[in-house]
């Protein structure tokens, strides 16, 4: 199993659930994740508009691929967020902070604004990286 150690030289980090670095060692798989955004089971759009739905719909999709590879949201060890709408992001973030440590995921990761993702109404796409 890996072992994952958080390196933070700062703490502002911690208010926003994120930590500068993370050291992997002793890992045997790394899984790395397509972009999951807010979609049924068919790959349509769900939640026009409503960026606090669409991040708990992304995080429902991306534990679901974790599942099927036989991890969790604790094997996580890098999250990228792309987003339309980096403001709505920032209020509605706090929505899957709570959700997040409790599976202790506390990884590194970019927050990026983007002109636009898959679909006009999807808001948020989330990027993962796994390791066990």
Same mark, same amino acid.
């Given at each position: 199993?890996?072992? *994952?150690?958080a390196v933070?030289?700062?703490?502002?980090q911690d208010?926003f659930?994120?930590?500068q670095?993370?050291?992997?060692?002793?890992?045997?798989?790394?899984?790395?994740?397509?972009?999951?955004?807010?979609?049924?089971?068919?790959? =349509?759009?769900?939640?026009p508009?409503?960026?606090?739905?669409q991040?708990?719909?992304?995080?429902d999709n991306?534990?679901?691929v974790l /599942?099927?590879?036989g991890?969790?949201?604790?094997?996580?060890?890098?999250? =990228?967020?792309?987003?339309?709408?980096?403001?709505a992001?920032?209020?509605?973030?706090?929505?899957?902070?709570?959700?997040l440590e409790?599976?202790?995921?506390r990884?590194?990761?970019?927050?990026?604004g983007?002109?636009?993702?898959?679909?006009?109404? *999807?808001?948020?796409? *989330?990027?993962?990286? /796994?390791?066990?």
């Amino acid at each position: 199993m890996a072992e *994952i150690r958080a390196v933070n030289p700062w703490t502002w980090q911690d208010a926003f659930g994120f930590a500068q670095a993370v050291e992997v060692s002793g890992a045997r798989r790394v899984l790395y994740c397509a972009g999951q955004t807010s979609v049924d089971a068919d790959g =349509n759009p769900l939640h026009p508009g409503d960026m606090v739905a669409q991040l708990n719909q992304a995080f429902d999709n991306l534990e679901t691929v974790l /599942a099927k590879a036989g991890m969790t949201l604790a094997n996580v060890v890098r999250l =990228n967020y792309y987003t339309t709408d980096v403001a709505a992001y920032l209020r509605a973030s706090a929505s899957v902070k709570d959700r997040l440590e409790k599976a202790g995921c506390r990884p590194p990761g970019t927050l990026l604004g983007v002109a636009s993702l898959f679909h006009p109404d *999807i808001l948020v796409e *989330i990027e993962a990286t /796994a390791a066990d």
